[in-house]
């Protein structure tokens, strides 16, 4: 949703992602429930002006302290390529 929209263009990606929330073990479980998902893809665009054929990798997690509160985090960063010095 809010980082690659609707209009974006399809992505072959790798994605590994959790098929329901669990609890870590131990004290740490009473944090609560969590989710997880992690992404990486190829941005393949021919158009592309910054560098050719950069890397998408991204990563989302929630965690659920209490029925009625979720909380979340995600982190989306785009790397490496032809063309793409470092400055």
């Given amino acids: 949703g809010l980082l690659l929209g609707t209009n974006a263009r ?3 990606q790798l994605r590994v ?10 004290v740490l479980g009473q944090l609560g429930s969590l989710t997880a998902s992690v992404m990486a ?7 592309r002006e910054d ?11 929630t965690l659920a302290p209490a029925p009625w509160l979720v909380l979340g ?8 390529g032809r063309g793409a010095g470092i400055p």
Wanted: hydrophobic residues 35%.
């Fill in 10 to 12: 399809p992505l072959d």
């Fill in 41 to 47: 893809g190829k941005l393949d665009d021919p158009g």
């Fill in 51 to 61: 560098a050719a054929s950069p890397w998408l990798l991204g990563a989302r997690g």
């Fill in 73 to 80: 985090a995600t982190r989306t960063t785009m790397f490496g």
């Fill in 17 to 26: 992602e959790s098929d329901r929330p669990f609890r870590l073990p131990g």
